[in-house]
């Protein structure tokens, strides 16, 4: 109850100053994006045969702008999501929630576990080289893959760790920025995606030309029935982009892997994620992705009930033929099945005042 009273105070707030401030013309303003993506997929399964799906098929909005000069404010939901791949035809069912809602379920009001269509609303205040933050936001973690919109993201090729960790959590942080921004450094105290105990969070944000960074270590207590031995989760992420004129290399490692059942999100092993990809014109963009995991977990009688290594494959293709229109399309395979999805995402901009 006293992290919906402290949201829904910040954003009353918000929009209090914004209505106080308006024949003032302090700089304040704000605007509204309304993204809506439809994909279809096919999926070849090696155990389970060959079934569709609707991929990352979503309606999101993201509300931000500016209650002062300094004094900021965003909210992000999504209000769609559709998955009728897994289990979906298979099974004759509808699973309407699907994989952009694996980030964020969270009924911290109740107590109980669901989903929640709020992602973000926090509000930002910045002085100087200063941010300081509150609200519900990503937790500090995952390195490069984890910094995407959802809506931007192709989840079946994505890593277990982003499709099982509830990254939105309740928290505060402050930032400060130095090297006229070239490095940002960011902690944060949050609610913790396992229990009720708190989690802390440290990242830098480097861009040093050719080479931009994003580390982070964040530790909590997962307290899963699970895990033996030390309960103190200590999640290092050192996410790594290079590039050189239109190419771009990105390698991500967490000394994590997450669940592939989705159950869970804080598995022994690690995630490597490299992507490679080419800006080829102003309207195309072509990647190929590797993710490897690697699962050793040990259950209560010190005995391995996950201990074996997945590789993901996967090309991933983009075309903006006009202004908030994109075009995209995914092929990979694991393992144990073959994947393909194609899609359009559109956004429409407006601006409120």
Not at 325 to 345: E, H, M, N, P, S
Request: aromatic fraction near 16%; hydrophobic fraction near 40%.
């Amino acid at each position: 109850m006293k992290r919906i009273l402290v949201v829904c105070a910040a954003i009353s707030l918000s929009c209090f100053l914004v209505r106080a401030q308006e024949a003032e013309d302090t700089g304040s303003g704000a605007g509204l994006s309304v993204v809506s993506r439809l994909d279809a997929g096919l999926s070849v399964d090696r155990l389970e045969g060959t079934y569709f799906n609707f991929g990352n098929t979503s309606l999101y909005t993201i509300f931000e702008g500016n209650i002062l000069e300094n004094l900021s404010f965003t909210v992000i939901n999504h209000w769609i999501g559709a998955d009728w791949g897994e289990p979906g035809f298979k099974y004759g069912l509808l699973v309407p929630t699907g994989d952009l809602y694996a980030n964020t379920i969270n009924f911290p009001f109740t107590g109980k576990s669901g989903y929640s269509i709020f992602d973000e609303a926090h509000i930002d205040y910045s002085f100087g080289d200063w941010v300081l933050s509150a609200g519900k936001m990503p937790l500090l973690v995952g390195g490069l893959e984890f910094e995407e919109y959802d809506f931007d993201v192709n989840s079946i090729a994505t890593s277990a760790l982003w499709n099982s960790f509830t990254v939105y959590q309740y928290g505060a942080s402050i930032s400060r920025s130095i090297q006229d921004g070239a490095h940002t450094f960011t902690a944060m105290i949050s609610t913790n995606q396992c229990n009720n105990s708190p989690a802390f969070g440290f990242k830098w944000n480097g861009d040093m030309d050719w080479w931009t960074t994003s580390y982070s270590l964040m530790l909590s207590d997962r307290n899963r029935p699970y895990h033996t031995g030390n309960s103190i989760s200590a999640i290092l992420s050192l996410g790594n982009r290079l590039t050189y004129r239109n190419y771009f290399l990105n390698i991500d490692f967490v000394n994590r892997a997450g669940d592939p059942l989705y159950n869970f999100s804080d598995i022994d092993g690690y995630t490597l994620l490299m992507t490679v990809g080419v800006k080829s014109s102003e309207t195309l963009n072509l990647s190929a992705r590797y993710c490897l995991e690697r699962f050793h977990q040990k259950n209560g009688e010190d005995t391995y009930y996950l201990d074996y290594t997945r590789p993901n494959a996967s090309v991933q293709a983009e075309w903006f033929p006009m202004d908030g229109l994109r075009v995209q399309g995914c092929a990979g395979i694991t393992q144990d099945k073959f994947y393909a999805v194609v899609g359009a995402t559109y956004t429409i901009d407006f601006k409120l005042w």
